[in-house]
C-alpha cells in the first residue's frame, strides 16, 4: 500500500509544481511506471540478440503528465539544425554516441530540443543540462524518432550532485 501511494505521490507531483519550479529530471523519469521493468538500466530496451538488423526500438510510453513542466535535464547533444558558431535544434541522448551507433535509444530516451535563441557550439561536446518547457510530442528525425520535445530556455554546466 505505502509503494502504490508514493508512486501516485511521484506521478502527481508535477502537476503541483508552480511554473516557476524547475523539475530536475534523470531519464528513467521519462519512462513510465508500470514499463521501467522493459529497460535495462541505461535506459535501453532489454534486447533480444538472436534477431536480424537492428532497428530504432519502438518500446515504451512516454509520461504525459510531464507536458508542460519545466524541466531540467542532463544529456549529450546531436546537432542538427545550426551553424558553426550556434545550434537552434538538436536532439539530447543520454549517452555519448546514441544515435550515432546502432540502434538508438527508444523514442522516450531521446528528446528534440529547440532552442530558438541559439547554444554556443563550443559549450556542447561534453555532459550539459538543458532547461525549458518539456512537452510530450513525437517528432521524427533523420536519425530517430524523439518522444518528448523541450523548448530550451538555457543551458547549464553538468554537475553530478
Known amino acids: 500500500m505505502k509503494n502504490k501511494l508514493l ?20 531519464w528513467l523519469d521519462l519512462i513510465p511506471q508500470q514499463e521501467r521493468n522493459q529497460f535495462d538500466s541505461m535506459g535501453m530496451p532489454k534486447i533480444d540478440h538472436n534477431g536480424g538488423t537492428m532497428q530504432q526500438s519502438l518500446v515504451g510510453g512516454v509520461r ?19 551553424d558553426d558558431k550556434m545550434i537552434t535544434e538538436f536532439l539530447l541522448v543520454p549517452y555519448f554516441g546514441a544515435c550515432i551507433h546502432v540502434p538508438p535509444p527508444p523514442p522516450n530516451q531521446i528528446i528534440y530540443v529547440k532552442f530558438e535563441k541559439g ?3 563550443q559549450q556542447l561536446w561534453d555532459v550539459i543540462y538543458i532547461v525549458g518547457k518539456l512537452k510530450t510530442e513525437t517528432i521524427n528525425s533523420e536519425l530517430a524518432e524523439t518522444g518528448y520535445l523541450i523548448e530550451g530556455v538555457r543551458l547549464e554546466e553538468y554537475d553530478d550532485e
Request: glycine residues 8%; charged residues 15%.
Open 64 to 82: 504525459q503528465e510531464l507536458n508542460g513542466s519545466m524541466v531540467k535535464i542532463p544529456g549529450f547533444v546531436i546537432p542538427l539544425e545550426g
Open 119 to 121: 547554444a554556443p557550439i
Open 7 to 26: 508512486a501516485f505521490i511521484l506521478l502527481i507531483l508535477p502537476l503541483f509544481a508552480h511554473s516557476d519550479d524547475v523539475l530536475k529530471l534523470d
